[in-house]
């Protein structure tokens, strides 16, 4: 099922200025000559302004100068202004999530559950402002105390993929000021209408607490701009979210200078699927992990290990269900897979559509491009699942597209070897009744991933737990549970009141 109706290129980009405008962007001001196109049609959505590499330099100087402003504000009230920016999200709930379908072509309620991702970390970094804590432990040392105190990091530069061109840079921001820190922004180059929007509420609530307008500056640019933040002796920690290839330049990079990286990089997630499960459950799981966003999550899931005594089952069902998805327009109600990002996308599908055939793979669904009235120069495809005999050489790479493999196994063991037996390690997840299963999966002996989840599918990430991946991936680690401690730099102190000097380890040094 196809849904066509596209709306003209001008009612779209009026669509995207009048959303920006109530955000509070001066649309003229950030208008230029650089080619700005959505997705949902492949045509413009009018001319953006580039900051140059050269820029680069002044921002950091700028945030370098609120940083030292910023970190003397006690962190409950740096804890306010994002509770603001929470408020104002909610007020402009709406407008942002019509940019975030405009420029990436998410369908409306995963553009608006982005937003709410927005709102959500903003409440959890609120509380999070009273309890930045440290530790104290017990000294050898009579009348001496030891204690652990952590401190603002500096400037935080974050670097944003399109796939979730607002979420990921509030995840680094809100927990950033809170912890004291200062924050440039270089998002995506196919969503600046996103970041600037994002950008003029934070700066509203900045501007309403009287704090500095540099505490967040957003700097829309091409690759060279990210190498510029990347190389800058100024940028404390750089969180780089997109390809593994884009973290292999990266991490070596900030390390060189003796900075500290946060990557969210590449994922190639399964779910397995056991003799036990409730298919049911797991066909709607699987659905919304393998198809949703048309497959262009770090999250999404790419295989099924399914059990030889229910894959035959499985995939039938996974073809039926595939078969009847409302691709199309994003904005219309009821559209469930809108459009590939751009035509690179689709050309990347296609050949590994081409590969998985020639290592043996049998297409059962999909991958064929649904052509939409009016959007000639987009790119609209049927999420496709391929029947695999094995774990081959694409099945181990990552496509950014809606490919999901299917594989199957006989030994539980045997599918956790195939779950863990891919570069990369983001999510995973088991579909089961059984205990034991479960807590296997969950135990040293499982999942090697930093997402494990037991009866859901790999996407779909609350806040509130840390979020990364381990190998390719990338090790970071952003959003909730500790993750703050990334932004932040540790001191251990010791306190002497007794009067005297002893030395630990019992050196005497005396004179």
Same mark, same amino acid.
């Given at each position: ?6 709306p003209s ?27 700005h ?5 492949g ?24 940083f030292?402003?910023?970190?003397t ?23 942002l999530g019509?940019? *975030?379908s405009?420029?990436v ?8 559950g ?6 959500d ?16 432990s017990?000294?050898?040392?009579p ?14 530069g ?19 000021l809170?912890? /004291? ?15 600037h929007?994002?950008a ?7 501007e309403?607490?009287g704090?500095p ?19 800058h002796?100024?940028?404390?920690l *750089? ?17 060189n ?25 797991t ?30 089952e ?23 897979? /809108?459009p ?20 043996g /793979? ?32 694409? *099945? ?35 579909f ?9 999966f ?33 090790g ?36």
């Amino acid at each position: 099922m196809s849904r066509t109706q596209i709306p003209s290129a001008q009612t779209l980009q009026q669509l995207a200025h009048e959303a920006a405008r109530r955000c509070g962007v001066d649309v003229a001001a950030v208008s230029g000559d650089r080619p700005h196109r959505s997705p949902v049609n492949g045509e413009s959505l009018g001319g953006v302004r580039w900051s140059e590499a050269t820029e680069i330099d002044a921002a950091v100087q700028r945030s370098r100068e609120a940083f030292l402003q910023w970190r003397t504000v006690p962190a409950p009230q740096r804890g306010a202004v994002i509770k603001r920016f929470g408020e104002l999200l909610r007020e402009h709930k709406a407008d942002l999530g019509t940019l *975030v379908s405009l420029e990436v072509g998410k369908i409306t309620s995963e553009a608006q559950g982005e937003v709410q991702e927005m709102i959500d970390i903003c409440d959890f970094a609120v509380g999070l402002s009273r309890q930045l804590y440290g530790s104290t432990s017990v000294s050898e040392r009579p009348g001496h105390r030891l204690m652990e105190t952590w401190h603002p990091l500096g400037v935080v530069g974050v670097i944003s993929a399109f796939n979730f061109p607002v979420a990921v840079w509030s995840w680094n921001t809100a927990i950033a000021l809170v912890c /004291g820190d200062t924050v440039i922004w270089k998002p995506s180059e196919q969503a600046p209408l996103c970041a600037h929007a994002s950008a003029a509420l934070l700066g509203r609530a900045l501007e309403e607490a009287g704090a500095p307008a540099a505490v967040s500056q957003v700097v829309v640019g091409g690759p060279e701009v990210g190498e510029a933040l990347v190389d800058h002796t100024g940028v404390a920690l *750089v969180s780089a979210t997109g390809s593994t290839r884009m973290g292999r330049a990266v991490g070596p990079r900030v390390a060189n200078r003796f900075g500290r990286s946060l990557l969210e990089l590449g994922g190639n997630n399964a779910a397995i699927v056991s003799p036990t499960a409730d298919l049911d459950l797991t066909l709607r799981g699987i659905v919304f992990a393998a198809a949703g966003t048309a497959g262009q999550r770090c999250t999404t899931m790419r295989r099924v290990i399914a059990h030889s005594s229910v894959v035959d089952e499985l995939t039938e069902r996974l073809t039926e269900a595939y078969a009847r998805l409302p691709i199309g327009n994003p904005l219309e109600d009821g559209t469930l897979v /809108g459009p590939l990002v751009h035509g690179d996308a689709h050309d990347a599908m296609q050949a590994a559509l081409k590969q998985a055939t020639a290592e043996g /793979g049998t297409v059962v669904v999909g991958g064929e491009r649904v052509l939409a009235d009016g959007a000639e120069d987009a790119y609209y495809v049927r999420p496709a699942v391929v029947r695999m005999p094995a774990q081959s050489d694409i *099945v181990t790479r990552e496509t950014f597209a809606p490919i999901l493999y299917v594989l199957s196994y006989d030994r539980f063991e045997e599918a956790i070897a195939l779950n863990n037996d891919v570069p990369q390690g983001l999510s995973s997840s088991l579909f089961t009744r059984d205990q034991a299963e479960s807590e296997i999966f969950l135990s040293a002996e499982g999942s090697d991933c930093g997402i494990v989840n037991i009866n859901i599918g790999t996407s779909g990430a609350e806040i509130g737990g840390a979020f990364g991946g381990e190998k390719e991936t990338g090790g970071g680690r952003e959003s909730g549970s500790d993750a703050w401690r990334a932004y932040m730099r540790r001191a251990t102190n010791t306190i002497n009141y007794s009067g005297e000097l002893p030395l630990a380890q019992g050196v005497d040094f005396s004179v």
